[in-house]
């Protein structure tokens, strides 16, 4: 299993400082919620997680079991779901699946599976069959970027507010996930500021902001 473990990690904005000495150590197999205000560091903790960012002291070690992971082979088995994510907008949500999966996965998509994903993220094959994405409601969005992270089998998930623009079935269907993800061996990292999904993480990191 992948673990992350962060040590004595500072990061500064243009001499601001936003995380100070932060040590945690994320284990896979387990959930861990991110939270503290607007503005105290959550989406910055998840880019330098997935090496987007660089910390301004300390150190973040990506292992499997006690093996380091190189900056590579750690990218390649982690997934992130962001705000910022946008799917290609002429692209049906199948044409949406193959091409971000063509780069994660060695076989193709079956309808089998294609079929299974959407039923998982709660997209009903009448409303997203033959559309392009641009007809779809932006939770419709956000729930074919789900589709994407669980058919990419990446050992890492690093998610920024998953929650955000799903109703509650979907909210459950994030917190559902995320559990059968950990439960199954993945390291799962949400930066979040839904009271449920906090409640069933299993370890939280609380940004205090600066
Ligand atoms: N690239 C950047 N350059 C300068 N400052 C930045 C940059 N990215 C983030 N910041 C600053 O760092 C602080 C933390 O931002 P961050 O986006 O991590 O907060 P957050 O906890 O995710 O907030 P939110 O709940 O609004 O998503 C903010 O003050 C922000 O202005
Ligand atoms: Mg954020």
């Given at each position: ?92 949500a199948?044409?949406n699946l193959?091409?971000f999966l ?7 998509l079956?309808?089998?599976?294609y079929?299974q994903l959407l039923?998982r993220v709660g997209l ?19 729930r074919l970027h789900f589709a994407i992270l669980l058919a990419s ?58």
């Open positions: 299993m992948v673990s992350l473990t962060f040590s004595d990690v500072t990061k500064r904005f243009g001499g601001r400082t936003v995380i100070e000495g932060l040590s945690a150590t994320l284990a896979g197999g387990t959930v861990t919620a991110v939270t503290g205000a607007n503005g105290s560091g959550k989406s910055t903790l998840l880019k330098m997680a997935a090496k987007l960012l660089l910390p301004d002291a300390g150190k973040i070690v990506a292992r499997d079991g006690e093996q380091e992971l190189c900056k590579a082979s750690y990218r390649s088995r982690l997934a992130i779901v962001t705000p910022e994510f946008h799917a290609y907008p002429k692209l049906t199948r044409e193959d091409f063509s780069f994660r996965r060695a076989e193709a079956s309808d089998a599976l079929e039923e009903a094959p009448g409303a997203v069959d033959g559309k392009m994405v641009e007809q779809f409601s932006t939770g419709m969005k956000k089998e990446a050992d890492v998930w690093l998610l920024d507010e998953p929650g955000a623009n799903l109703d509650a079935v979907g909210r459950s269907m994030v917190r559902r996930e995320a559990r059968l993800a950990a439960d199954g061996g993945k390291l799962v990292l949400l930066a979040t500021n839904d009271r449920e999904e906090e409640a069933e993480a299993d370890a939280c990191i609380s940004l205090s902001g600066r």
